[in-house]
């Protein structure tokens, strides 16, 4: 039986795809995933990956947070402030998918360096596919490091 927020999450994913328009062969072709497990999410009765939602959200054209919290990988009261200023980094048109990642990566270190813990189910989401964390130094970009 699926949960509450999975059935929320599927029916705001139909509506989201009507509104821009799209068949669900069209936005599974888009996101990069198989139609009948984009309608079984549809319907409620599969529960998606943070990557799936957020292939889904890019897909779509809105904030892959809002699909998060839908979804229940996000706690929508207590990570509003968070959610929103996330979403405003993702829909920044003018940075590159890079810039949005090593950003959201300087955010989230001040966050913890502040006392904040990272969302329950959000680790791992902030880097895309491919966008090392640079923990090993292999891609860290020279401007994030510090003197301190």
Do not use: C, H, W
Not at 20 to 26: C, G, M, T, W
Not at 30 to 37: C, I, T
Not at 72 to 88: K, M, N, S, W
């Amino acid at each position: 039986m699926a949960s509450l927020n999975v059935g929320n999450l599927g029916e705001y994913l139909r509506e989201q795809r009507r509104t821009a328009q799209l068949s669900l062969r069209q936005l599974a072709d888009a996101a990069g995933v198989s139609n009948p497990y984009l309608s079984q999410i549809e319907r409620g009765l599969r529960k998606p990956s943070a990557e799936v939602l957020q292939q889904v959200a890019k897909a779509l054209r809105i904030s892959a947070e809002t699909l998060y919290v839908r979804a229940g990988i996000l706690d929508a009261e207590r990570d509003r402030d968070e959610v929103e200023t996330r979403a405003v980094i993702l829909a920044d048109p003018t940075l590159t998918e890079r810039q949005k990642q090593v950003l959201l990566q300087i955010y989230e270190s001040f966050r913890k360096e502040n006392g904040f813990e990272i969302a329950d189910g959000d680790e791992g989401v902030e880097n895309g596919p491919g966008v090392s964390d640079g923990a090993d130094g292999s891609d860290a970009d020279p401007r994030e490091q510090t003197a301190g």
